[in-house]
């Protein structure tokens, strides 16, 4: 089990089925709180409900684009006046290997950007890189 990660909420985002399976699988044994769905607009939609500590957003999405949901969730920490760097992070995962699109990811605010594909254990070290950056120092 992870401490960095270990009851965190988190929304993992996928149209592909199988990522989407094997995403959650990884994350289990962290002791992590996790949601899934394949839809952008419903992943705007656990956002708000749910309140996530870290997303895991694919780019190619139905419904609505990884992008606008990025855009989406930091319009929404605008309004609620929080910082860009608060909760909740957010580790885009795509397969397209263009660097326009991680720099505007970048610009987007994204904590992380990795290309499919990528092992299990990779994301969760980023997971727990992201998480544990945040975490207040004692």
Known sequence: MSETLKDKRILLVDDDQ????????AFEPTGAIVETTNNGNKAVEL??????????????????SGFLVLEKIQQEKVKA????????FVIMVTGNQGGRHKMYAESLGVSEYLNKPFKMDKLIATAEKVLGASAPKA
């Open 81 to 88: 006046k929080r910082p860009r760097n608060s909760p909740p």
């Open 18 to 25: 199988d990522i989407l399976t094997s995403m959650q699988a």
């Open 47 to 64: 956002n708000e409900q749910t309140n996530p500590d870290l997303i895991v957003l694919d780019m190619m999405l139905p419904g609505r």
